[in-house]
C-alpha cells in the first residue's frame, strides 16, 4: 500500500494569506489527525477527523480549520497567516478496527510552511 | 491532563556503546504509547509501540522499551547503537475513545559519534 502522502512538500506565504494543506491517507484507513511541529513548541495535536466528522481538535485559534472528505482525504486551511504559523505540518492516518480499537498511526512526511 | 516528558534533551554516545532514552507519561487512564523517530526533514517513523499485553516491546533497528505502570515510564533501549541512528527520537502517548489524540514528548536528540 502507498503510505500517507501529504502536498504540497514545502510553501512559502506572507503575512495575511490565506493556506490550504492536503492530506491523502493510507488505503482504508478513515482516521486522519493533523499536527503542527516547531522548534519552540514541539509536536501539538492540531484535530482529528473520522467519517468526514471533525471528533477531536487541540488548542489552536479558530484561523486552523480543516474538513476531510468522504473519500478520506483530507485538508486543513489556516486563515490570515502570521509569522509563528512558520512549522512543519504532518498529516497522520490509522486504521479504526471493526471491534472499535485502533492500531498504528502512519505519518506522511509533512509539508513546511513559511510564512515571510 | 496527559502529559509526556522526555528527561533528556540530548544524548550523546558512542559507536556500538549501548543507549537508553527516557520518558514518563502522566494519564488517569490507560493508554497506548509509541516511540517515533524523525531523521532530518522527513516525518515520523514508528519504533515500537505499547498497546497491551507483554511489558518488554521490541521494535525495528534493535530497539526495544519497557512499559513500567508502577513508574509511568516507557524508556527506550539498544544494546548498540550505530552512526546512522543519530536523529530525534519522540516518546508519545495516544488517549482517548472514540475520537482521540496523540500528545508527543519534547523529543531528544541521539547523537552516534564515531
Known amino acids: 500500500k502507498a503510505g500517507v502522502t501529504q502536498t504540497p512538500r514545502y510553501l512559502i506565504k506572507t503575512r495575511g494569506q490565506q493556506v490550504t494543506l492536503s492530506c491523502s491517507p493510507i488505503s482504508g484507513h478513515r482516521s486522519v489527525s493533523w499536527y503542527q511541529q516547531t522548534p519552540g513548541q514541539g509536536l501539538q495535536f492540531l484535530f482529528e477527523y473520522f467519517s468526514e466528522t471533525q471528533r477531536n481538535k487541540g488548542n489552536f485559534p479558530g484561523r486552523f480549520s480543516g474538513r476531510q472528505f468522504s473519500n478520506s482525504r483530507s485538508e486543513m486551511n489556516v486563515s490570515t497567516l502570521e509569522l509563528g504559523d512558520s512549522a512543519l505540518y504532518l498529516c497522520a492516518s490509522l486504521e479504526m478496527k471493526g471491534d472499535g480499537s485502533t492500531d498504528t498511526q502512519y505519518f506522511g512526511p509533512g509539508t513546511r510552511l513559511t510564512v515571510l | 491532563a496527559q502529559s509526556v516528558t522526555q528527561l533528556d534533551s540530548q544524548v550523546p554516545v558512542f559507536e556500538e556503546a549501548p543507549v537508553e532514552l527516557r520518558c514518563n507519561y502522566s494519564?488517569?487512564?490507560?493508554?497506548?504509547l509509541f516511540w517515533y523517530v524523525q531523521y532530518p526533514n522527513q516525518g515520523l517513523q514508528l519504533l515500537l509501540k505499547?498497546?497491551?499485553?507483554?511489558?518488554l516491546v521490541k521494535g525495528i533497528n534493535g530497539f526495544e522499551a519497557e512499559f513500567n505502570k508502577s513508574q509511568t515510564s516507557f524508556h527506550l533501549r539498544k544494546p548498540s547503537v550505530h552512526i546512522s541512528d543519530t536523529a530525534e527520537y519522540f516518546c508519545a502517548v495516544r488517549v482517548g475513545t472514540g475520537g482521540f489524540k496523540t500528545i508527543f514528548g519534547a523529543g531528544t536528540r541521539l547523537f552516534v559519534k564515531a
Open positions: 494519564s488517569s487512564v490507560s493508554v497506548y
Open positions: 505499547y498497546l497491551s499485553g507483554s511489558t
